[in-house]
Protein backbone atom coordinates (compact mmCIF):
# COMPACT_ATOMS: atom_id res chain seq x y z
CA UNK A 1 0.00 0.00 0.00
CA UNK A 2 1.19 3.35 -0.85
CA UNK A 3 0.57 6.29 1.49
CA UNK A 4 -0.47 9.44 0.70
CA UNK A 5 1.09 12.44 1.67
CA UNK A 6 -0.62 14.11 4.33
CA UNK A 7 -1.42 18.12 4.63
CA UNK A 8 1.00 18.71 7.39
CA UNK A 9 4.15 17.66 4.70
CA UNK A 10 2.80 19.81 2.00
CA UNK A 11 2.52 22.74 4.54
CA UNK A 12 6.00 22.19 6.10
CA UNK A 13 7.64 21.51 2.93
CA UNK A 14 6.15 24.92 1.66
CA UNK A 15 6.81 26.84 4.84
CA UNK A 16 10.61 25.13 4.43
CA UNK A 17 11.39 25.88 1.34
CA UNK A 18 9.79 29.67 1.44
CA UNK A 19 11.85 30.97 4.51
CA UNK A 20 14.95 29.59 2.70
CA UNK A 21 13.86 31.86 -0.22
CA UNK A 22 13.70 34.66 2.09
CA UNK A 23 17.02 34.12 3.45
CA UNK A 24 18.82 33.49 0.48
CA UNK A 25 17.00 36.16 -1.08
CA UNK A 26 17.95 38.73 0.90
CA UNK A 27 21.31 37.32 0.77
CA UNK A 28 21.22 37.87 -2.68
CA UNK A 29 19.83 41.32 -2.25
CA UNK A 30 23.46 42.93 -0.44
CA UNK A 31 24.92 41.15 -2.87
CA UNK A 32 23.03 42.91 -5.88
CA UNK A 33 22.57 46.48 -4.41
CA UNK A 34 26.79 46.42 -4.09
CA UNK A 35 26.76 45.22 -7.70
CA UNK A 36 25.35 48.24 -8.67
CA UNK A 37 26.51 50.61 -6.59
CA UNK A 38 29.77 49.29 -8.12
CA UNK A 39 28.58 49.36 -12.08
CA UNK A 40 26.16 52.28 -12.00
CA UNK A 41 28.61 54.58 -9.69
CA UNK A 42 31.28 55.31 -12.56
CA UNK A 43 28.35 56.01 -15.02
CA UNK A 44 25.65 58.21 -12.86
CA UNK A 45 28.56 60.07 -10.89
CA UNK A 46 26.32 59.89 -7.85
CA UNK A 47 24.49 56.82 -5.96
CA UNK A 48 22.29 58.63 -3.35
CA UNK A 49 19.53 57.65 -5.01
CA UNK A 50 20.51 54.09 -4.76
CA UNK A 51 21.48 53.89 -1.47
CA UNK A 52 18.04 55.34 -0.50
CA UNK A 53 16.81 52.24 -1.75
CA UNK A 54 19.12 49.96 -0.33
CA UNK A 55 16.97 48.43 2.36
CA UNK A 56 13.95 48.74 0.01
CA UNK A 57 16.53 46.26 -2.43
CA UNK A 58 17.88 44.31 0.61
CA UNK A 59 14.77 43.34 2.22
CA UNK A 60 11.78 43.56 0.25
CA UNK A 61 12.33 43.54 -3.78
CA UNK A 62 15.01 40.57 -3.61
CA UNK A 63 13.28 38.42 -1.11
CA UNK A 64 10.00 38.95 -2.85
CA UNK A 65 11.48 37.89 -6.59
CA UNK A 66 13.34 34.66 -4.93
CA UNK A 67 9.72 33.58 -2.95
CA UNK A 68 8.06 34.32 -6.35
CA UNK A 69 10.67 32.12 -7.98
CA UNK A 70 10.07 29.13 -5.04
CA UNK A 71 6.65 28.80 -5.43
CA UNK A 72 7.31 27.42 -9.04
CA UNK A 73 9.95 25.73 -7.96
CA UNK A 74 7.11 24.08 -5.07
CA UNK A 75 4.05 23.90 -7.52
CA UNK A 76 6.37 21.74 -10.21
CA UNK A 77 6.76 19.60 -6.52
CA UNK A 78 3.26 19.21 -5.84
CA UNK A 79 1.43 18.85 -9.06
CA UNK A 80 4.60 19.06 -11.77
CA UNK A 81 7.51 16.80 -13.18
CA UNK A 82 8.70 16.83 -9.94
CA UNK A 83 6.64 15.50 -7.47
CA UNK A 84 8.09 12.55 -7.77
CA UNK A 85 11.02 13.72 -5.99
CA UNK A 86 8.37 15.14 -3.65
CA UNK A 87 6.85 11.57 -3.08
CA UNK A 88 10.49 10.24 -2.53
CA UNK A 89 11.04 12.57 -0.17
CA UNK A 90 8.09 12.12 2.28
CA UNK A 91 8.16 7.90 2.04
CA UNK A 92 12.21 8.94 3.20
CA UNK A 93 11.12 10.72 6.05
CA UNK A 94 8.39 7.42 6.72
CA UNK A 95 11.12 5.29 7.21
CA UNK A 96 13.66 7.93 8.53
CA UNK A 97 10.69 8.08 11.61
CA UNK A 98 10.71 4.71 11.81
CA UNK A 99 14.35 3.61 12.31
CA UNK A 100 14.98 6.70 14.67
CA UNK A 101 11.95 5.69 16.85
CA UNK A 102 13.43 2.23 16.82
CA UNK A 103 16.77 2.69 17.59
CA UNK A 104 16.05 5.52 20.31
CA UNK A 105 14.41 3.10 22.24
CA UNK A 106 16.85 0.82 22.06
CA UNK A 107 20.04 3.06 22.99
CA UNK A 108 18.15 5.87 24.68
CA UNK A 109 17.84 9.52 24.29
CA UNK A 110 21.54 10.48 25.03
CA UNK A 111 22.85 8.27 22.79
CA UNK A 112 20.74 8.44 20.14
CA UNK A 113 21.57 12.15 20.63
CA UNK A 114 25.31 11.52 19.73
CA UNK A 115 24.10 9.18 16.85
CA UNK A 116 22.22 12.03 15.10
CA UNK A 117 24.94 14.51 15.09
CA UNK A 118 27.24 11.39 13.99
CA UNK A 119 24.37 11.49 11.28
CA UNK A 120 25.35 14.31 9.55
CA UNK A 121 28.89 13.90 8.93
CA UNK A 122 30.78 10.63 7.19
CA UNK A 123 30.50 7.61 8.38
CA UNK A 124 32.52 7.22 12.01
CA UNK A 125 33.68 4.08 13.22
CA UNK A 126 31.93 4.98 16.46
CA UNK A 127 28.61 5.00 14.40
CA UNK A 128 29.45 1.91 12.63
CA UNK A 129 30.19 0.23 15.78
CA UNK A 130 26.91 1.67 17.52
CA UNK A 131 25.13 0.08 14.40
CA UNK A 132 26.95 -3.53 14.26
CA UNK A 133 25.63 -3.64 18.20
CA UNK A 134 22.29 -2.89 17.26
CA UNK A 135 22.30 -5.45 14.31
CA UNK A 136 23.45 -8.21 17.01
CA UNK A 137 20.88 -7.55 19.29
CA UNK A 138 18.20 -7.46 16.56
CA UNK A 139 19.43 -10.77 15.26
CA UNK A 140 19.66 -12.11 18.83
CA UNK A 141 15.80 -11.32 19.48
CA UNK A 142 14.91 -11.90 15.75
CA UNK A 143 14.04 -8.37 16.03
CA UNK A 144 13.52 -8.05 12.23
CA UNK A 145 12.44 -4.31 12.16
CA UNK A 146 15.34 -3.44 14.04
CA UNK A 147 17.36 -5.66 11.44
CA UNK A 148 15.73 -3.74 8.57
CA UNK A 149 16.27 -0.17 9.68
CA UNK A 150 20.22 -0.61 10.39
CA UNK A 151 20.28 -2.66 7.13
CA UNK A 152 19.05 0.45 5.38
CA UNK A 153 21.33 3.15 7.19
CA UNK A 154 23.94 0.67 6.30
CA UNK A 155 23.17 0.77 2.79
CA UNK A 156 23.09 4.23 2.07
CA UNK A 157 26.43 4.95 3.55
CA UNK A 158 27.97 2.48 1.58
CA UNK A 159 26.64 3.84 -1.27
CA UNK A 160 27.33 7.07 0.09
CA UNK A 161 31.09 6.07 -0.52
CA UNK A 162 30.23 4.88 -4.11
CA UNK A 163 30.63 1.08 -2.70
CA UNK A 164 27.74 0.23 -4.27
CA UNK A 165 28.46 -3.20 -4.30
CA UNK A 166 28.32 -3.77 -0.53
CA UNK A 167 25.02 -1.01 -0.57
CA UNK A 168 23.04 -4.04 -2.79
CA UNK A 169 24.26 -6.69 -0.11
CA UNK A 170 22.51 -4.64 3.01
CA UNK A 171 19.45 -4.13 0.69
CA UNK A 172 19.37 -7.63 -0.34
CA UNK A 173 19.46 -8.32 3.01
CA UNK A 174 16.85 -5.70 4.17
CA UNK A 175 14.78 -7.04 1.28
CA UNK A 176 14.80 -10.50 2.69
CA UNK A 177 12.40 -9.25 5.65
CA UNK A 178 10.44 -7.06 4.09
CA UNK A 179 10.78 -8.45 -0.27
CA UNK A 180 7.20 -6.18 -1.02
CA UNK A 181 9.02 -3.30 0.45
CA UNK A 182 8.71 -0.37 -2.36
CA UNK A 183 11.45 1.78 -0.75
CA UNK A 184 13.82 -0.65 -0.58
CA UNK A 185 13.37 -2.04 -3.50
CA UNK A 186 13.39 1.40 -5.27
CA UNK A 187 16.57 2.00 -3.50
CA UNK A 188 18.33 -1.32 -4.85
CA UNK A 189 17.37 -0.91 -8.49
CA UNK A 190 19.66 2.46 -8.07
CA UNK A 191 22.38 0.89 -6.60
CA UNK A 192 22.44 -1.94 -9.20
CA UNK A 193 22.09 0.89 -12.34
CA UNK A 194 24.96 3.14 -10.36
CA UNK A 195 26.97 -0.01 -9.94
CA UNK A 196 26.93 -0.76 -13.08
CA UNK A 197 24.41 -3.81 -13.31
CA UNK A 198 21.65 -2.36 -15.84
CA UNK A 199 20.03 -5.77 -16.61
CA UNK A 200 19.65 -5.75 -12.56
CA UNK A 201 18.30 -2.89 -12.24
CA UNK A 202 15.56 -3.65 -15.28
CA UNK A 203 14.95 -6.43 -13.21
CA UNK A 204 14.98 -4.84 -9.95
CA UNK A 205 12.16 -2.22 -11.76
CA UNK A 206 9.72 -5.13 -12.73
CA UNK A 207 9.52 -6.64 -9.22
CA UNK A 208 8.60 -3.21 -8.28
CA UNK A 209 6.07 -2.86 -10.38
CA UNK A 210 4.91 -6.23 -9.32
CA UNK A 211 4.40 -5.61 -6.06
CA UNK A 212 2.80 -2.02 -6.52
CA UNK A 213 1.07 -2.99 -10.35
CA UNK A 214 -0.42 1.13 -9.77
CA UNK A 215 2.45 3.14 -9.36
CA UNK A 216 3.42 4.52 -12.68
CA UNK A 217 6.78 5.49 -13.08
CA UNK A 218 6.68 8.84 -14.28
CA UNK A 219 5.97 9.75 -10.51
CA UNK A 220 9.69 8.83 -9.53
CA UNK A 221 11.18 11.19 -12.71
CA UNK A 222 13.19 13.84 -10.88
Known amino acids: MIPSVPFSFYFLFWIRNSLAAIGLGIILGHFAFVFLVFTLGPILKSTEWLENCSTLIKFLISPFVALLLTQIFIYKHFYGRNRGNFEYAYRERLLSKEGNALIKKEIGEGQFGRLFFEELSDFSHSREDIYKELLK ?55 LEKGGDGHGAIRRYRTILSVCPILDFRTFQG
Open 137 to 191: RAQVRGDNALKFCIYLRMARSSIKHFNFAKGTEWLTMALAIRPDDLMANFRLAIA
